[in-house]
Structures are given as structure tokens and as C-alpha cells.
């Protein structure tokens, strides 16, 4: 049972009964409601923002976090760079090497294949940032294929270019006999008239007119296959393989400096100007074999003879006058 309430009324000088009034505890109800209905709200605005409210520890978390995609993002950029850098050597090694020393291009598919199969890259999917991971190992793994690829093939450049260099100091390139110690270059390679039978007849070498006892060159470097005078017409004579199908020959010598089998480089003097075998007079009868056949030895003096001396020598081999053997 409620208690009863009273209050004193000064007027009539008498305590009387306070009277509940109507719809009172309707309005303390709503009030009631009311803070529920805000307490709730707040609660449910803390909730929300929950989140963005963190610890020292998931700030510093976040830090190192921010911190390693400013990292990928640095080491894509990288990347980038050095795929670009390297695609410039692509480029030189398959147009400007490659062409030199005659040899196919590397193909773009076989640069830039990518990698089938399996998928390599399956535990670093699931994470905030799996997309950012994947495409930097990605481009790594892509990069560090094309520099291995890149690397076979600069080594197998290498290993062409040390061919090349021993083609080239093998192929014979110097005139047998010093310009200084020529009186003259006799005859050249072509028809001309036999000193001995005063008939045509084809002369498959170049005669160098120079005195008894002038030394002779080795044209490149090579090994000496003959040092002897058992070939007809010839007399003393010297034949050197340079390899790669190239020989030279050397004529009418006064004696050797060299003997079979021996060594020698372009530049070494392997013999001396003399009149024996077959010949007219003192002079080098010289001849340049490729693959067993003759050539014209006019084209390998590019090492010893200006443009306008080898002009000069081009017009007086071409003339049609009397060999010295």
C-alpha cells in the first residue's frame, strides 16, 4: 500500500493530502523511454566508431603497415626502372650484337615468358594487401628471368666475339712483302702471258718484285703445313692453314725461317725473297686459298694498304702483262 503525502498549507494554518495528479506516471514513463532510447543511441555511436579508436600497439601496427606498401610501391618503381634499363640491352644485344657476329635474336617470347603450371604465388593470397605482394614477386621473378636469360647471353656473345677476334687476326690481311721493299708489284691474279711459253695462261696468285733476300711476311696467323720445295714451279715454298678454311701460300723463296708445323703470327717473318723453282726473277709468288679453292689475294690487304694505295695496287694487278713465273 503507497504511502500517504501530505504538505502544509500556510493559509488554512492545516496539513492536507497531496492529491496524485492524472497522467503523471505516463510522463515519468516517457521519460524512462526517453534516456533508454538515448542511452542506446550513444551506445550504438561508440560501437560505430569503435574502430577508429586504437591502441598504441595497433597504431604502431599500422605504421609498420603504411610503411611496407611505401616499400612495395618504392621497389615496383624499381622495377619498372630496370626492366626499362634492361630492354635497352635487349634491344642492343638482339639489333646491334647478334647482327654482327651473325647469330639469330633472342625471341620476345622466350625473353619475356611468364610462369605455367602451378600457381607460385598461392600463400600470399588471403591477406589486406595479397594483390600489391603478388604483382611485386611477380615482376621479380619476370625481371630475374630476363637477366638470367640476358646473362646466357651475353656470355655466348663473348664466346663469339673471342671466335671473331681469332678470325679476324687468322684471316691473311697484310701484303707479304713491305711496300718499301717492293720494286714493284708484277702481276696479279688473272690471265697473263707465261714468261716461259709467252702463252696465256691463268695466274692464280700475285708476284711482289722486290731484291734477293727481302724478308717475307706470314699474312695472319696460322700454322706452317709446308716448308719445302717437292711442289712444281714453286722452288722454295711456305703454306700456312690459318683455320676457318683460309691458306696462304708463299713462293720462289731464297730459304725459310720457319719450319712444319710451327706456329707463327701475322707479321712474322717466315722467309726471304728469292728466283728458285719456276720463276723469272727475285720476287714473292703469293697465293690465298678458301676451302681449297684459289682467290684473289688483291682482297686481303685492307690491313697494311691506305684506300689509295690499295687503289693504286687494284689498277696495276688488273693489267694484262707478263707473270714472273
Known amino acids: 500500500m503507497s504511502k500517504l503525502k501530505y504538505y502544509y498549507d500556510s493559509e488554512t494554518l492545516s496539513y492536507k493530502k497531496i492529491e496524485k495528479k ?22 550504438l555511436l561508440v560501437y560505430i566508431n569503435l574502430p577508429s579508436v586504437q591502441t598504441p600497439k595497433e597504431l604502431s601496427l599500422q605504421r609498420e603497415l603504411n610503411n611496407m606498401q611505401l616499400q612495395f610501391d618504392l621497389l615496383n ?16 644485344d638482339n639489333n646491334l650484337y647478334r647482327v654482327y657476329f651473325e647469330t639469330n635474336p633472342i625471341p620476345d617470347e622466350q625473353r619475356k615468358a611468364g610462369f605455367g603450371g602451378i600457381n607460385r604465388y598461392k600463400d600470399l593470397e588471403g591477406f589486406e594487401n595479397s594483390k600489391l605482394i603478388i604483382s611485386a614477386s611477380r615482376n621479380l621473378d619476370i625481371l630475374t628471368k630476363q637477366i638470367v636469360v640476358q646473362s ?45 711459253t709467252k702463252a696465256k695462261k691463268f695466274h692464280y696468285g700475285m ?9 717475307i711476311y706470314a699474312t695472319g696467323d696460322g700454322v706452317v703445313t709446308r716448308a719445302d720445295n717437292t711442289a712444281t714451279g714453286y722452288g722454295n715454298h711456305v703454306v700456312i692453314d690459318h683455320g676457318y678454311g683460309y691458306e696462304s701460300l708463299y713462293g720462289h723463296m731464297y730459304k725459310y725461317n720457319v719450319r712444319r708445323g710451327q706456329k707463327v703470327q701475322r707479321g712474322d717473318v717466315i722467309g726471304f725473297v728469292g728466283s728458285t723453282g719456276r720463276s723469272e726473277g727475285p720476287h714473292c709468288h703469293y697465293e690465298v686459298f678458301k676451302d681449297g679453292e684459289r ?20 689498277k696495276i694487278s688488273q693489267q694484262e702483262n707478263q707473270s714472273m713465273d
Not at 492524472?22 to 551506445?43: D, E, T, V
Not at 687476326?169 to 716461259?196: H, K
Not at 691506305?306 to 693504286?312: D, G, K, L, Q, T
Request: proline share 5%; aromatic share 10%; no cysteine.
Open 22 to 43: 492524472k497522467g503523471r506516471k505516463l510522463k515519468i514513463f516517457a521519460l524512462s523511454l526517453l534516456g533508454m532510447f538515448l542511452s542506446g543511441f550513444l551506445l
Open 152 to 196: 646466357k647471353s651475353l656470355d655466348e656473345i663473348a664466346k663469339l666475339a673471342e671466335e671473331k677476334e681469332k678470325l679476324l687476326v687468322a684471316i691473311p690481311a697484310i701484303q707479304p712483302v713491305n711496300n718499301e721493299d717492293l720494286t714493284r708489284v708484277a702481276s696479279g691474279y688473272g690471265y697473263r702471258t707465261d714468261p716461259f
Open 77 to 92: 618503381r624499381k622495377m619498372e626502372q630496370a626492366q626499362a634499363v634492361l630492354s635497352e640491352v635487349e634491344d642492343r
Open 295 to 314: 682467290i684473289n689475294p688483291i682482297n686481303f690487304y685492307y690491313g697494311s694498304l691506305s684506300a689509295e694505295e690499295f687503289a693504286e695496287m687494284l
Open 207 to 215: 708476284d711482289f718484285t722486290a731484291p734477293r733476300g727481302t724478308p
